[in-house]
């Protein structure tokens, strides 16, 4: 067979020996071709590899251990009604959205056990008897000692966004969590950063929980695929403070994008900016840490589906989404910290495709994305609104010249 045969005969999810019902499946929401972490992650995870992997945000790396544990424990005897998987999120959003993915794919059933949610409601949905549990480690935890959520049937458990779920604030209970599972049991863990200490402290646990002298945690580590460089369009668009709410206004009116994502670092600026741009009559919502609950998960599924178009939002309150098709990230300041920057321009040009990102910033933020943009090795350009249009300031000052001769 000719090698470029070889290749293309490659580039679906039977190939990875996932079952026709999930590609059937994954194919109704357009999704053919695995990613680079599906490719290498599923093969291992169906072997029953505990698996660490990174690999950048928006590559698909919540089907890369779903699909693969999900043919696990689907195509065995479940006669026994238990919790077969467990996957632990640092976030209400993240968990919310990776149950929209398992009920994407299958049909088994899935209890989201967050914080800030009715326990006793949680109780009742146990009482179902779920295949699958999704939730933060503290409640998970908290259900656990109750004795409500039972572990000891589970084949496999997930540390999503696994840096997160071991930083201080959140390691007591995640390792309590996983020390209450079976001996050997099968751990996948992922992000998109993961660092030496994290290596280090899920090593030892897997050495302490199966009383071994070695780990058997395997890591894959995928190379970047330059998302931030190859498929995102940097874009400065100079305002002065007190400006930028009616400059975010004329871009919009502008660019018309097709979903945009607005973040500032000052939560009591996103209800500012939803009023003002409201006023102008251009719809939009927001998205903060106070947000409600019941109205957060509402708004978010709503930005997902499409019925909301623009999204105002707060660093802490975005971290985490994985919504497609986000066209349009705006900045409107340069947060303190590099890695939110690549975290708020990591929402556009998800699962391959292309996005934008517009920081809209005063001069002292214009020196701080130019020393970004040397920093991450990203190509910034100038743009500039006229007439209604966001374009490049050489194209304004050829035309003014045009016109004076």
Known sequence: MDTKESENSKKDFSSLEIDEK?????????????????????PEIIKGTSLLFQSETGTGKTLAYLLPLL??????????????????????????????????????????????????????????????VIGGPARLLELFH????????????VLDEVDRLLAKEMQEDTLELISALKKDIQLIAASATITQSTQKTLQATRIKQNGTTESDLKTLFLPPEDVL??????????????????????????????????FTSKIDQVANIVVKLKFKNI?????????????????????????????VTS???????????????????MPSDDDFFIHRAGRTARMGKTGVNIVIGDGYEMRKYAAIEKKLKITVYPRMLYKGKLIDPNEVNKENSSQSQ
């Open 146 to 157: 109750l004795k409500k959520l039972r572990l000891d049937g589970a084949a496999a458990v």
């Open 315 to 333: 660093d802490l309150a975005a971290r985490g989404l994985d919504i497609p098709d986000i066209s349009h990230v705006i900045q409107m300041d």
């Open 22 to 42: 999930y590609c059937e499946k994954l194919s109704s929401h357009g999704i053919t071709e695995p990613s680079s972490v599906q490719s290498q992650a599923i």
């Open 229 to 262: 460089r190859k498929r995102i369009t940097h874009l400065a668009l100079y305002s002065e403070t007190r400006d930028k709410i009616d400059t975010l206004r004329s871009l919009l009116n502008a660019e018309k994008p097709q979903k945009a994502l607005i």
């Open 71 to 132: 043919q696990n424990v689907e195509s065995c005897d479940n006669t026994k009604k238990e919790v077969k998987i467990v996957i632990i999120s640092p976030t209400i959003e993240l968990a919310s959205q990776i149950k929209s993915q398992v009920q994407m794919v299958t049909d088994s059933k899935a209890a989201l056990l967050v914080g800030g949610a009715p326990i006793k409601r949680q109780v009742e949905t146990l009482k179902e008897k779920p295949l699958i």
């Open 283 to 311: 719809e939009c919502y927001a998205l903060t840490a106070k947000t409600d609950k019941v109205e957060r998960k509402a708004t978010i599924d709503k930005f997902r589906s499409g019925k909301i178009k623009i999204l």
